[in-house]
């Protein structure tokens, strides 16, 4: 139940095609109950009457009665895929925006590969169960409860060793059911990691290629193959087995009844067209008690799909504040101090499960692990103030924790550090973030992350823009109500780029591993990104570390002509650009 309570919005977001498939899935099970009292009937009628017609009769009958059944099953397959595939996706855009709200902490300690293969596989896992389960169960019980009442009627003890085979059943599921369980849920846990691992002999082709490392990262895929592979065997071996006893039982319970029905015969209490029909009546009841005998290890399979979508569920989301700010002059850094560690135990964290089976889970598959993680603090009581007009090195170390003051800068850890972050005297924890950094903000990384589209697109991200009149199409979602149209022509020319522009145009496609294109190139189009965005705020993570010197200079020079609205901060290394700040902060 939990399972469909669960799934109800999906569920509901489809009612109309699941009513209509049940109808016709149990329109075809009303043509199935019918069969055999016509079949018994006509073995009876050939019996004792003469006329010939009768077959033909009857040909005709289950010659129609085929070619509905086909009709019924196409419409009821396509009906059945487009469901599936709508309620699957569903499900796992919500996970998946769920784990967008979260701190960055979950994501920075999980695999992204082995968290797509879990939610989806997981998704389609239950929405495949809701919906198979839902027509199995109600047609499975009339197929139940029909045949019952006619042997009831009139035999029985046909009826009585029924009820027999059924308990058996009940009594074999709850003997295994946890045994099935935890096979399924271990077995779904290595698949995914090994996905993963597998998935690292590609994404690291260059590595391995430039190190001659192809034996060392084979090895980490054999590994977790080893794992795999195990876990598939015990996973098939307990499904088999409880397959194996469903079967049997089902066999002993025919023959039982051969027994039974046969003696009746001889002993003139049934006539051969009887026997047809109440051993086709059995056998449609033993099937329908085998589907929940089977339904008991594909529920245990898609609690543990619902055990581990819920896990990723209770993690809160970052909340944030309600206030939007329409402009920022000044930002303060009182007293902070940060540990990337503090994620798993404080409240924004996941909450613990309930139940004995999904603590189970969270053992198994514990989101976090803390033996990765450094236990002191990056950032140690730091203080720092960013005023509108003027433009800041933000300079130390490496490892000092300039990238990570940025972070806390931004509202990305908003919940996880101690001390005080203000925008004009607001807690940042008090500003809507989300919308902050989407129109006051611009953030040009130390190794920019550029999105297999076109240059136009990782610019502002905006779909609906075409290449040409490049000015025309500012994604004005970006901007903040005064924020100054920058020509985007201006910029190149600030960075260097006309010819690189010239050369591949705006429709130039940056492919998935950012390979096509320098490093100076992905730089330039991050910082671009910044410029053409034109924030109050601007921030650029060793901006220049790839950078000419001439472009450098000219790169510089525009900040510092532009600045007079502005706060900017820039993480450097760099001598020259730290001598054009303002102001060094030093960490
Ligand atoms: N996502 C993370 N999870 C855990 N630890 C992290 C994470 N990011 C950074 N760290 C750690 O925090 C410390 C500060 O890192 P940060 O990137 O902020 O330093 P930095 O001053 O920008 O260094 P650099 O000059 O080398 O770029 C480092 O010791 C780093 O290992």
């Known amino acids: 139940m939990k399972i469909f309570f669960f799934c109800k919005p999906y569920l509901l977001s489809q009612k109309y095609t699941i009513v209509a498939y049940i109808a016709l899935t149990l329109l075809s099970s009303a043509i199935g109950i019918i069969s055999p009292y ?39 397959s396509i009906m059945y895929t487009k469901m599936q595939v709508q309620m699957g996706y569903d499900l796992n855009i919500r996970v998946i925006k769920h784990v967008q709200s979260l701190s960055l902490s979950f994501i920075n300690q999980k695999d992204g590969m082995y968290l797509n293969q879990r939610f989806n596989g997981d998704s389609y896992n239950l929405i495949t169960f809701c919906l198979t389960t839902l027509q199995g169960v109600i047609t499975n019980i009339i197929l139940i409860v029909v045949p019952f009442v006619i042997l009831l009627a009139n035999n029985w003890l046909i009826t009585v060793l029924m009820i027999g085979f059924i308990l058996v059943y009940i009594t074999l599921y709850l003997a295994l059911r946890e045994w099935l369980y935890k096979a399924g849920l271990v077995f779904k846990e290595s698949q995914a990691k090994f996905i993963s691992k597998l998935y690292e002999q590609l994404k690291h082709i260059k590595l391995i290629k430039i190190n001659s490392i192809q034996s060392e990262l084979n090895k980490r895929a054999e590994d977790s193959f080893t794992d795999f592979k195990a876990t598939a065997i015990h996973s098939q071996k307990a499904n088999f087995v409880y397959s194996s006893l469903e079967g049997m039982i089902a066999s002993i319970a025919q023959i039982t009844l051969f027994v039974i029905g046969g003696l009746q015969i001889f002993n003139g209490n049934f ?63 009182l007293d902070i101090s940060f540990n990337y560690n503090t994620f798993p135990n404080n409240n924004y964290a996941c909450e613990a499960s309930s139940s004995n089976q999904e603590q189970e889970t969270i053992v198994e598959d514990r989101a976090f692990d803390t033996a990765q993680v450094r236990v002191e603090n990056v950032i140690d009581s730091f203080s720092a103030k960013f005023s509108k007009g003027n433009m800041y090195a933000l300079s130390g170390p490496n490892g000092a924790g300039k990238s990570t003051i940025i972070s806390l800068i931004m509202g990305l850890y908003i919940h996880e550090y101690d001390g005080e972050i203000k925008y004009d005297d607001v807690c940042i924890r008090e500003i809507d973030m989300v919308t902050t950094r989407k129109r006051l903000i611009g953030f040009a990384e130390q190794e920019p992350l550029l999105i297999n589209d076109s240059i136009r697109y990782n610019l502002d991200y905006n779909d609906n823009a075409s290449i040409n009149g490049i000015d025309l199409l500012k994604n004005t979602d970006n901007m903040c109500a005064n924020s100054r149209t920058v020509s985007l022509d201006e910029c190149i020319k600030i960075l260097n780029m006309e010819s690189f522009i010239n050369q591949n145009s705006f429709s130039f496609i940056i492919n998935e591993k950012n390979t096509n294109i320098s490093g100076g190139e992905k730089q330039k189009i991050s910082i671009l990104k910044v410029l053409y965005k034109n924030p109050e705020v601007m921030i650029f993570d060793e901006p220049t570390s790839a950078l000419d010197m001439n472009t ?28 054009c700040c303002d102001e060094i902060v030093q960490i």
């Open 271 to 333: 006539t051969v067209g009887m026997f047809t029909i109440f051993n086709s009546y059995f056998s449609m009841m033993l099937n329908a008690s085998r589907y929940f005998f089977g339904l008991g290890a594909t529920y245990q399979n898609a609690m543990g799909s619902y055990n581990r979508i819920k896990d990723i569920l209770k993690c809160r989301g970052e909340s944030y504040g309600e206030k939007i700010v329409e402009s920022i002059d000044r930002i303060e850094l």
């Open 38 to 76: 016509v079949i018994g009937n006509f073995l009876d009628d050939l019996v004792i009457s003469a006329d010939k017609s009768v077959i033909f009769r009857f040909c005709i009958i289950f010659g129609g009665l085929s070619i509905l059944k086909i009709l019924k099953d196409y419409i009821t």
């Open 552 to 579: 450098t200079r000219k790169f510089i020079n525009y900040l510092q002509k532009i600045k007079s609205d502005k706060i900017i901060i820039i993480v450097t290394h760099d001598e020259y650009v730290k001598g």
